[in-house]
């Protein structure tokens, strides 16, 4: 009798798991379907409605995080900046759009994705098409956005959350907090701009590093500030005596003092777009989502066998084979497979990155260069192509850079904390080692560095620095002396590099595509197939990435047998 319960005990618990597993892979697909699933039917004419709090505008497309569905919450599509922008081509083009509304606030964008947007949307205007913007609660970079139309508007109502004050960067230093906790973090770098650990070490930033960003918030208010002083036809002093002066605090401000041109309420805004639309009424009037609009117009041309491939370097360098961020070992066998593509006639590679792992980016670099010599490679920044970020893509044929990357920061440091007298005096816990050698328990973290430990993890950085900057010299064709010049780990926006030889040309991604197509033999880019690597996650391998993946079980597992006897507590970063 005690067996056919224990038989039926364990029916019964299989059923309530495989009704678990049920209802989860139901909700999943549920998930995924609000994800994006479907195939949205647009109006056949209509307003292009580019609502910026409706999508992210990213590095590459994907569609809303089905994680995010499927806990309840709320989630929004990121269109890549190519699609983006392509879209707007089609846009011009298409006799079904009258025109586009431009709504700014809530932009989830970086600076470059902004840039890059703007600049697609003022070609826009070239097909004789109007831009219409409106905003409520503007800030600088919004307005830049905004600024780009044939007509800009604002919300009369009062309560506007006005953030027009320029550009600025704050900086946290946590030496005092450090030494009230016993932490004593030993920052071993080469650079005196490379600012990364400074936070750790000091309680106010050092000369050089208050030079550099001083440097970067003026360049990056140069690129922000000379379209919109062409747009609302004001001199850039009287632009900086408006910011200087806050005297752009309430909606009737921006409107007398030309910065709009006109105030509406909501019943006012729809029957301008009703008038412009001439649909009569608002209710009459067909909009076009843009991420839906770029999803249904931007589709590969798969008439073309041959190719012109986007790789995109995205986020910080790591070790590993991780589906985020850019991981060494990852990434080089999605290059390796794009350079065996037969198919594939040039490269763009898309960074995107401020950098990382040391060990990481010598294997992107390496797999990087080997693509070099068989295909054209041209490559594209976006917000950053710092450190490691420019440590891979340094070499590419061409290199074009928006204006406000951030680039450079030829330098590199490390960190090891001591936590001797967090442990002692704080914890109030005694560490005693046993060793077999004099510096066996040098990355124990329980000691300061002696001098000699200190000068042999200086070794590396130097060793390190030095192959830097060859890299670039080989790289960007510049005298070794005059890289360490600029080097020092300074960053420097992508207007700046311009003038120092780390760039080629200002210029977005449409421009490293159309060079790409030149270097590939075939200017027409309607000729080429555009291939994206590496292809963006579905939502279900998002899922399944959270879970993890048999392939990053198996290789954590075998690593972590030859980690046992040699793990080392710190790393080399180019940040």
């Not at 906790?181 to 208050?210: C, D």
């Not at 070790?319 to 490269?347: E, P, Q, W, Y």
Request: with cysteine.
């Amino acid at each position: 009798m005690k067996f056919w319960k224990m038989v039926l005990a364990v029916v019964v618990g299989l059923l309530i798991v495989w009704l678990l597993a049920f209802m989860l892979i139901g909700s999943f697909a549920g998930a995924v379907a609000a994800a994006g699933g479907s195939r949205t039917v647009l109006p056949r004419s209509g307003v292009l409605a580019v609502d910026m709090s409706a999508f992210n505008l990213g590095e590459q497309s994907s569609p809303k995080d089905a994680m995010t569905i499927l806990q309840g919450g709320t989630s929004v599509p990121t269109v890549g900046i190519y699609k983006a922008v392509e879209a707007l081509k089609a846009a011009a083009k298409d006799p079904g759009v009258k025109f586009i509304f431009l709504k700014t606030d809530g932009a989830l964008a970086s600076s470059a994705a902004i840039e890059e947007f703007r600049q697609a949307l003022s070609d826009f205007r070239k097909s004789g098409k109007p831009v219409i913007s409106y905003f409520e609660n503007p800030t600088t970079g919004t307005y830049y956005l905004a600024s780009v139309a044939d007509k800009m508007y604002m919300s009369s109502y009062q309560g506007s959350t006005i953030s027009m004050a320029g550009v600025s960067t704050r900086s946290l230093f946590l030496k005092d907090l450090l030494d009230k906790l016993g932490v004593n973090v030993q920052l071993i770098r080469h650079g005196k701009y490379k600012s990364a650990g400074e936070m750790f070490v000091r309680n106010s930033s050092s000369a050089e590093n208050t030079e550099q960003y001083q440097a970067l918030v003026n360049s990056m208010w140069n690129t922000l500030s000379a379209p919109i002083c062409e747009s609302r036809d004001i001199s850039r002093e009287d632009l900086d005596a408006l910011f200087d002066g806050l005297k752009l605090c309430l909606p009737e401000d921006f409107l007398q003092l030309s910065m709009v041109d006109g105030l509406m309420t909501r019943q006012e805004l729809k029957d301008k777009l009703a008038d412009l639309a001439v649909a009569g009424s608002f209710e009459k009037v067909k909009f076009i989502p843009f991420a839906d609009y770029a999803a249904a117009k931007v589709l590969p041309n798969t008439k073309s066998k041959e190719k012109i491939a986007i790789l995109y370097m995205d986020g910080e360098i790591v070790d590993g084979r991780g589906l985020r961020n850019i991981s060494g070992d990852r990434f080089t066998s999605v290059i390796d497979k794009v350079r065996a593509d037969s198919s594939i006639k040039a490269v763009v590679l898309r960074v995107n990155s401020p950098g990382g792992s040391v060990v990481a980016s010598e294997k992107i670099k390496h797999e990087l260069d080997l693509l070099g010599k068989e295909k054209p490679l041209i490559a594209s920044y976006g917000d950053y192509a710092a450190s490691g970020g420019y440590w891979i893509s340094n070499n590419c044929d061409k290199i074009y850079s928006d204006a406000m990357t951030l680039t450079g920061s030829i330098g590199v440091f490390g960190m090891v904390p001591d936590f001797s007298k967090t442990a002692k005096n704080l914890l109030h816990v005694g560490v005693e080692t046993v060793k077999s050698h004099k510096h066996a328990d040098m990355m124990g973290l329980t000691r300061p560095f002696d001098a000699d430990e200190y000068n042999y993890m200086l070794r590396s950085i130097e060793t390190i620095y030095d192959k830097f900057t060859d890299i670039v010299a080989e790289g960007r064709g510049l005298a070794k002396e005059k890289v360490d010049e600029i080097g020092q780990g300074r960053v420097w926006t992508g207007a700046d590099a311009l003038g120092i030889g780390l760039v080629d040309e200002i210029g977005t991604l449409e421009d490293a595509l159309d060079y790409a197509a030149v270097a590939a033999g075939n200017a027409d880019r309607s000729k080429w197939q555009i291939a994206e690597y590496p292809a963006p996650l579905t939502p279900f391998e998002e899922f399944v990435g959270m879970m993890g993946s048999s392939e990053e079980q198996q290789y954590v597992k075998a690593m972590s047998k030859v980690q046992v006897l040699a793990r080392m507590p710190w790393q080399l970063f180019i940040y």
